[in-house]
C-alpha cells in the first residue's frame, strides 16, 4: 500500500514541479562553478532548493527533508560569504543533488526514501563546519552488473538498493563514481521506483515486469492552447447545429439553390474547423526541448571531473518544440553522444595545450525547426574522426569486407561508429568504449522515424545531425500500389520518384542497380521485400535513403500522398508494418516500416538483373 494514501495528487504535483526545480538547480550550480562570486545564483539556487525542502515536509518525507536542510545549512553558509566555493564543496552539493533525485524515484513509487548515505551527509556536515574533507576518489569504476549477493543486505543499504533497482554497481565516492552516479539517477530518474523496500529493508517487486521503464504519461499544457481547443469545439458545436437544421429542410423538401449553397458552405466551415482543431490538438502535444536539454550540462560536468577535462556546455534553441512522446525516447541517445564527445571527442586540457586548443572543450547541443521536421545537433571541438581509420578499425573487427571498405564513401565509412559492436577505444572504460552506446543511438532514432547524419573534420571536431518528424502522430505518407494493393511509405525516407526502363538496368555483382545521378544504387522491389510473388513488372522506382544506405524500391504504381494518423496494431503487429492508417475514402491502409523489413530479410542487394529484365520482358 502506498505510504501516500490520500495525497496521490499532492505527490505528483510535487514530483513535477521538483523535478524541473532540481534540473534548474543542477543547471545552476554548474554556473555557479564557473562564476563562484555570484551571489544572485546562489540565491536562486538557495530559493530553488528550499522549495524542494517544503514540499518534502509537507509530504512528510523526513529523510529528503533531513538531507535538503543539510544542503541548504551549506548554501546559507556560501551566500553569505562564510565558505567560497570550491570543487571539493561542490562536489559534495551535487552528490547531495544526485541522491535527492534518487529519492523522488521512491516517492514515485508512493515509498518514503530511505536515508542518504552516511559519507554523503559527513561530507555535507565537514563543507558547513568549513572542513572540507570530501572522500578521497577513488580510481574509474567499472558500471558492471550486480551480483545476487548484494541483495543479501538485512538493512536498507543505498548502493545495494541502487544496484537491485537498476541492475548496475556505483562505487561509494570519487569523481568518477559521482559520474557514474548522475548518468543513472538522470537516465532512470523515472525508472527508478520499480522496486521498493519493505521495513526490514527487503526488495518489494512492484506491479511492472523487471526492468520495465515507468514512462511520464502527463503534459504540462498552455492555457492559451488549451482555449484555443476550447473555441474549436464550440464553434464546431455551432456549425453541427446548422448542419442539422440543414438537413431537417432538406428532408422536408427545400432542395432550392439557396439551400444547398448554405450546406455547401457549413461543410467547408466544418472541414476548416476540424483542420484546426485537429492542429491545435496536436500542439498540445508539443514541448519545449528544453526541457530535455536541462539535465544534460550536469551530466557533462561530472563525467569531464572525473576524466580531467575541462568542458563548457552550450544550449540552442531551447524554445524549439518536440512533440511529449519523443521526449523520453531522446533521453538516452543524447546521453550516450554526449558521453563519447567527453570521453573521445575531447582531448585533455594538456593535449588541447599542444594543439594550440583553449584548454576548455565546448560541446554544443542545439535544436531547430526545418519544415516538418526537428533537428538536433551534438557537436564538440574535440579530435574529429579520421574515415581511414574507422574503415581500418572495421576491418579489424570483421564488421565489413575488404571489397565493402573499398566502396565507402566519407559518410558511409563515418556511419560505422553506428555499427553494433564498433568502438575506438583502445581499452573499457566506465564510461564508454563496448561499441554499444552508438548502436542504441541509432536504434532509437530509427524508432522514432528519424535519421541520424555524422560529419566530422580530425582535429577540429564533429557533430551529430538528428532529423526527426515534428509529431509522431500524424506522419506523411507516400502512397504506392503492389498490383491493386495500396502501401503507405514514411515520406521521410523518400528522395524522389523514378521510372524504371530495362535499358537502365545494370548488372553488378548480381544485383540489379541503376546508375542516378553517378550514384550506383540496388533496385529491390517491394513484392520480393514483402515475400510476395512479383506478378507484373515493375514501373517505377521509389528511392529509399535510410540512415545506412540508399536503395531504389521497385514499385507498380503510385496512389498520391496523404498525411496518415497512425494507429498501432497492439495485438497483432507482422514484420515490418509500422501501423495502419484510414485513408480519405475509407480505405485501411498499412503503414510498412522499410527499416524493419530490410532487416528481417538480412540482404539488401535487391534481385537479379535477368530476374528483373526477365519480368519486364513478361509484362511486354
Known amino acids: 500500500m502506498s505510504d501516500f494514501h490520500g495525497m496521490d495528487d499532492l505527490l505528483q504535483d510535487f514530483l513535477v514541479e521538483a523535478t524541473d526545480l532540481l534540473s534548474g538547480v543542477d543547471n545552476k550550480l554548474v554556473d555557479l562553478e564557473r562564476a563562484p562570486g555570484d551571489r544572485a545564483l546562489l540565491n536562486e539556487i538557495f530559493r530553488g532548493f528550499h522549495t524542494i525542502k517544503g514540499g518534502a515536509g509537507f509530504l512528510h518525507a523526513a529523510e529528503l527533508v533531513t538531507l535538503c536542510h543539510l544542503t541548504e545549512n551549506l548554501f546559507d553558509k556560501l551566500r553569505n560569504g562564510e565558505l567560497e566555493v570550491t570543487p571539493e564543496i561542490m562536489d559534495a552539493i551535487l552528490d547531495a543533488t544526485a541522491t535527492v533525485r534518487h529519492m523522488f524515484g521512491y516517492l514515485e513509487r508512493g515509498v518514503q ?187 557533462v560536468r561530472d563525467l569531464a571531473r572525473g576524466l580531467g577535462k575541462e568542458i563548457e556546455v552550450e544550449l540552442a534553441g531551447e524554445d524549439t518544440e518536440i512533440d511529449k512522446t519523443m521526449i523520453e525516447d531522446l533521453s538516452d541517445p543524447i546521453i550516450h553522444l554526449l558521453r563519447n564527445a567527453v570521453d573521445h571527442g575531447v582531448e585533455t586540457p594538456s593535449e588541447r595545450l599542444a594543439l594550440g586548443k583553449p584548454t576548455k572543450a565546448q560541446v554544443r547541443l542545439e535544436a531547430h525547426q526545418e519544415g516538418d521536421h526537428i533537428v538536433l545537433l551534438v557537436s564538440d571541438d574535440g579530435r574529429g574522426m579520421n574515415p581511414e581509420n574507422l574503415r581500418a578499425k572495421a576491418l579489424e573487427k570483421g564488421l565489413i569486407t575488404d571489397e565493402e571498405a573499398n566502396m565507402m564513401d566519407e559518410r558511409q565509412s563515418l556511419n560505422l561508429v553506428l555499427l553494433p559492436g564498433f568502438s575506438t577505444a583502445a581499452q573499457v572504460s566506465d564510461v564508454s568504449g563496448r561499441g554499444v552506446g552508438m548502436d542504441v543511438v541509432k536504434t532509437n532514432i530509427q524508432k522514432l522515424n528519424g535519421a541520424i547524419e555524422i560529419r566530422s573534420t580530425p582535429g577540429k571536431g564533429t557533430t551529430f545531425t538528428i532529423s526527426l518528424p515534428l509529431t509522431l502522430a500524424i506522419l506523411p505518407v507516400l502512397l504506392v500500389r503492389l498490383g491493386e494493393q495500396p502501401f503507405a511509405l514514411p515520406l521521410s525516407m523518400v528522395r524522389e520518384i523514378l521510372p524504371v526502363q530495362p535499358d537502365e538496368i545494370q548488372e553488378i555483382g548480381g544485383r540489379a542497380t541503376m546508375v542516378v545521378r553517378g550514384e550506383v544504387l540496388s533496385i529491390l522491389p517491394l513484392a520480393s521485400l514483402l515475400g510476395w510473388e512479383q506478378v507484373n513488372a515493375p514501373e517505377y522506382g521509389v528511392l529509399m535513403q535510410t540512415a545506412e544506405s540508399s536503395f531504389i524500391l521497385a514499385i507498380d504504381a503510385f496512389a498520391g500522398r496523404e498525411d496518415a494518423v497512425i494507429k498501432s496494431l497492439d495485438d497483432f503487429r507482422p514484420k515490418g508494418v509500422a501501423g495502419v492508417t484510414t485513408l480519405s475514402n475509407g480505405q485501411v491502409v498499412l503503414i510498412l516500416d522499410i527499416k524493419e523489413l530490410l532487416a528481417s530479410r538480412g540482404d539488401t542487394r535487391g534481385v537479379s538483373r535477368q530476374a528483373l529484365l526477365a519480368k519486364l520482358a513478361e509484362a511486354a
Do not use: C
Not at 154 to 173: E, K, R, S
Open 113 to 299: 526514501p530511505p536515508g542518504a548515505e552516511a559519507h554523503l551527509l559527513q561530507d555535507l556536515k565537514n563543507a558547513v563546519a568549513g572542513q572540507v574533507g570530501v572522500a578521497v576518489a577513488v580510481p574509474a569504476v567499472a558500471l558492471a552488473p550486480v551480483m545476487a549477493e548484494s541483495l543479501a543486505a538485512t538493512g536498507p543499504d543505498w548502493h545495494a538498493l541502487h544496484a537491485a533497482v537498476t541492475g548496475v554497481l556505483i562505487a561509494n565516492n570519487g569523481p568518477a563514481s559521482r559520474a557514474a552516479n548522475v548518468y543513472v539517477a538522470e537516465a532512470s530518474s523515472t525508472a527508478f521506483g520499480r522496486r521498493a523496500t519493505d521495513k526490514p529493508g527487503n526488495i518489494q517487486m512492484s506491479g511492472r515486469r523487471e526492468g520495465e521503464r515507468v514512462r511520464e504519461t502527463a503534459i504540462r499544457v498552455d492555457t492559451a492552447r488549451l482555449d484555443q481547443v476550447l473555441n474549436l469545439s464550440g464553434e464546431i458545436g455551432l456549425t453541427k447545429n446548422r448542419l442539422n437544421a440543414l438537413r431537417s429542410d432538406i428532408l422536408n423538401g427545400k432542395q432550392d439553390g439557396e439551400t444547398l449553397q448554405a450546406l455547401d458552405a457549413a461543410v467547408s466551415q466544418l472541414d476548416l474547423l476540424v483542420s484546426d482543431l485537429q492542429n491545435a490538438v496536436m500542439k498540445t502535444r508539443m514541448q519545449p526541448v528544453g526541457r530535455l536539454f536541462q539535465k544534460y550540462p550536469r551530466i
